[in-house]
C-alpha cells in the first residue's frame, strides 16, 4: 500500500462526514480564510523538506477538498498546460476578491522572486490569518455577550428580586 493511500492531508479537518454540518458553524469566508491558512503551513512544511513550490502545490491541491482546492488546482493546471506558476497565482488571486488570498500570492511571487526563504513567509502569512480569524471570533462573542446580557437584565433579575422580597412583603401585610 502506498503511503499516499493511507495518509490523506487536508488543511480542513472535519469532525463529521457530513460537511454541510460544518457549513453551519463558519462562515464561507472564513472557512477560506481558515483553509489557507492550514494550507500555507503544510506548503512551508513540504517546501522545507525539499519539494519544490509547484510540486507542493500539486500534491496538496490533490489531497484537498473545498473552494480553496478548487482555485489551487485550477493554478496547477494552468502551470501543468505551460504557463508561469507566478502568472497563474497572480491571475487567480485577481480574480478572486480575498485579501488574504491576495496578500498569499503577493508573499509567495516575492519569496520566489526574492530568493528569500518561502517558508518563513509562508509560517508568517498562516500566523497572520490565524490571527485575524481569531479577532474576528473575539468581535462575534463580544456581540453575543451583550445579547445575551438583555434577557438576563430584564427577565431574570427582576423575577429574582420579586422572589426574594415576596415573603418579606407579605409579612409586612400589604396584601400583595
Given at each position: 500500500m502506498r503511503l499516499s493511500d493511507r495518509v490523506k492531508v487536508s488543511p480542513k479537518v472535519e469532525f463529521?462526514?457530513?460537511p454541510a454540518k460544518i457549513g453551519k458553524f463558519r462562515s464561507k469566508k472564513q472557512s477560506f480564510d481558515s483553509d489557507l491558512a492550514d494550507f500555507?503551513?503544510?506548503?512551508?512544511?513540504?517546501?522545507?523538506?525539499?519539494?519544490?513550490?509547484e510540486k507542493s502545490f500539486a500534491w496538496l491541491t490533490q489531497r484537498m477538498t473545498g473552494t480553496l482546492a478548487q482555485q489551487l488546482s485550477e493554478i496547477v493546471t494552468r502551470v501543468e498546460l505551460g504557463e508561469s506558476f507566478l502568472d497563474a497565482l497572480a491571475e487567480t488571486s485577481e480574480r478572486n476578491s480575498n485579501a488574504a488570498l491576495s496578500?498569499?500570492?503577493?508573499?509567495?511571487?516575492?519569496?520566489?522572486?526574492?530568493?528569500?526563504?518561502?517558508?518563513d513567509a509562508l509560517i508568517a502569512q498562516a500566523g497572520t490569518i490565524n490571527h485575524q480569524l481569531a479577532q474576528?471570533?473575539?468581535q462575534k462573542a463580544n456581540s453575543n455577550e451583550t445579547k445575551m446580557l438583555l434577557p438576563m437584565v430584564f427577565l431574570i433579575l427582576p423575577m429574582s428580586v420579586l422572589m426574594a422580597s415576596f415573603p418579606s412583603l407579605s409579612n409586612l401585610g400589604l396584601g400583595i
Open positions: 463529521d462526514s457530513n500555507s503551513l503544510l506548503l512551508s512544511l513540504c517546501v522545507k523538506n525539499g519539494l519544490g513550490v496578500e498569499f500570492s503577493s508573499k509567495v511571487s516575492l519569496a520566489i522572486t526574492r530568493g528569500t526563504p518561502l517558508s474576528r471570533d473575539l
